[in-house]
């Protein structure tokens, strides 16, 4: 036998092994379950048989009865909630086989080439990664979806991650895919099937029974529903990882009889991938969410955004060239539509906007972004930023000026510990507060769900947030580099612009300024406005001009 093929061997057995203890452990507790009955059972024979009579055992024969009643209700209760529970599903968008018909043959041609059962479907998510799900539960629909009557044995969901397709080749998804359909083979045993039902089914039941909203005659039931399903996790719980464990070294020692050299390649692919996509949401894409517009093509813009990278970093250099081979879309009938839908989910996921496109939620194509998106945000903050200073009472004028904001940061000192000036930190702290009072006026997220019995399957939006709240200085200073940009474009003839790394960018004479941000930072950490005004007098900035804030 190869070395590849003992490795396979080796990995499926250990974790049949492992599958095997999970189910042992299942076995264990309806054995502990059935014990009083059986007790009942045997007293309650022996006094039918005359072989257990007289008060002592009348009063054993009726505790017992009772005992067994009460633990095989409580035993059904918990095992009706495990069995009804939804599982924990991923959000995706499906795609069908007549919507993608050269992905599905690849896919299917992949699995042939393995000697493994074809993933049942495919789905897209806006992450950098693939995995399989299983969804053969009668809970687990997709939302939408025509629900399950019952289980059945149908293969797990092959659920891509979108920017894979965009940016790698298809020989390059084609050798990231394969020990990821090759772990269909270990999921079609049995006795692993059942062993990931079985602990599938107790973490959704410790997720009902952490609910909350509950009366207070479901809330005591479950909780002791969720305390039996915690004890059964800690059980089973190294059992569980081990036997995962076992699946991905079998499916990981199968996958390497196609595209193995091509695989390791490829594989620099899926970090560079990472870094750009996590660039472009939370630089590109978070800003557009928060002026209530959706970036209609993120997956077309992480190409973009690592053909920039490459371009810049030495370290990416030569992945660019790749860009000549067939791209892994091409594999879809209608990748601009399926872009559209991964970036909707994306912007639900990450930053909890609504399902649907509407008036106040529109989206936006990249040739739109710098007017839409960049110009709207920073004469936003501009606006916040003059109606906080009016509320303050702040060097009052007739019109919005940079001169202003600089005169009102500059007139107060730093203090003796060199942080900001008092002047900065009460301007900082109201800013906050501004904004901190906008996004709770704003309304909650609508659940992903539609609104089914069983509430909201994918708990409170966004499930992702892609930045921890922000510190007075860093929104002071960002309000401040905003009124700066609204009067360069007023008055200096610029233009906003868009980076692909570092999202919304001030261009003048069509050359990205990144010197901005340092000279804004001295005038909000010291009271420094002089290095701010001499960069305004070297680009022709005139601060006395108004600005244009709507």
Not at 19 to 33: D, T, W
Not at 166 to 183: F, I, Q
Not at 327 to 348: I, M, W
Not at 489 to 511: C, K, Q, S
């Amino acid at each position: 036998m190869s070395g590849t093929g003992m490795g396979v061997e080796k990995g499926a057995q250990s974790a049949r092994s492992r599958a095997l203890a999970v189910l042992r452990i299942r076995g264990r507790a309806l054995a502990v379950a059935l014990l009083p009955a059986a007790v009942a059972v045997v007293l309650l024979v022996g006094g039918a048989t005359g072989h257990a009579v007289g008060g002592g055992w009348d009063t054993a024969r009726w505790v017992m009865t009772i005992v067994a009643v009460v633990v095989l209700l409580a035993a059904a209760a918990v095992g009706a909630v495990i069995v009804r529970a939804r599982p924990a599903t991923t959000p995706t968008v499906e795609v069908s086989e007549r919507s993608a018909p050269d992905l599905y043959r690849l896919v299917r041609d992949l699995a042939d080439r393995l000697e493994v059962p074809v993933p049942s479907a495919i789905a897209l998510t806006p992450d950098c990664d693939s995995w399989l799900e299983d969804r053969t539960h009668p809970a687990s629909s997709i939302p939408g979806a025509a629900p399950r009557r019952r289980r059945t044995a149908e293969a797990p969901v092959l659920v891509i991650g979108s920017p894979f397709l965009w940016w790698m080749r298809v020989a390059e998804l084609r050798a990231v895919l394969a020990p990821v359909v090759a772990g269909t083979g270990p999921s079609a045993h049995p006795d692993i099937a059942a062993a990931r039902r079985f602990v599938r089914g107790l973490d959704a039941a410790v997720a009902v029974a952490a609910a909350p909203d509950q009366g207070v005659l479901r809330r005591l039931p479950l909780r002791f529903v969720g305390w039996v399903s915690k004890l059964l996790l800690r059980s089973c719980r190294v059992h569980a990882a081990e036997m995962e464990r076992g699946v991905a070294t079998a499916a990981s020692e199968r996958a390497q009889t196609v595209d193995y050299g091509l695989r390791i390649v490829a594989q620099e692919q899926v970090g560079l991938a990472y870094a750009g996509w996590d660039r472009l949401l939370t630089r590109v894409a978070l800003p557009a969410w928060r002026m209530g517009r959706w970036p209609s093509r993120l997956d077309a813009g992480v190409v973009s955004a690592l053909t920039e990278l490459s371009r810049r970093d030495r370290l990416a250099e030569g992945f660019a060239s790749r860009l000549g081979e067939r791209p892994a879309c091409d594999l879809l009938e209608e990748p601009g539509t399926v872009d559209e839908a991964a970036s909707l989910l994306a912007a639900r996921l990450f930053h909890g906007g609504p399902a649907e496109p509407g008036p106040d939620w529109s989206p936006v194509d990249w040739a739109q972004y710098p007017e839409e998106v960049v110009d709207r945000k920073w004469r936003a903050d501009a606006a916040r930023l003059h109606r906080v200073l009016d509320t303050m009472a702040a060097r009052r004028s007739t019109a919005p000026t940079l001169t202003r904001v600089m005169d009102h940061l500059a007139t107060s000192n730093p203090t003796p510990e060199g942080n900001q000036s008092s002047a900065a930190e009460t301007l900082a702290a109201a800013i906050g507060a501004e904004v901190a009072r906008e996004e709770s006026a704003a309304p909650a997220p609508a659940p992903l769900g539609l609104g089914d019995a069983d509430g909201d399957p994918w708990g409170p939006l966004p499930l992702f947030p892609l930045q921890a709240p922000r510190t007075g200085r860093d929104l002071l200073a960002d309000h401040v580099t905003a009124m700066v940009c609204c009067a360069a474009v007023d008055t200096a003839g610029a233009v906003p612009g868009l980076d692909w790394l570092d999202g919304p960018a001030l261009l003048i004479d069509g050359e990205r300024r990144t010197d901005l941000g340092s000279h804004v930072l001295s005038l909000v950490e010291d009271g420094d406005a002089a290095p701010l005004r001499s960069w305004l007098a070297t680009v022709g900035v005139r601060p006395e001009k108004t600005v244009r804030l709507v």
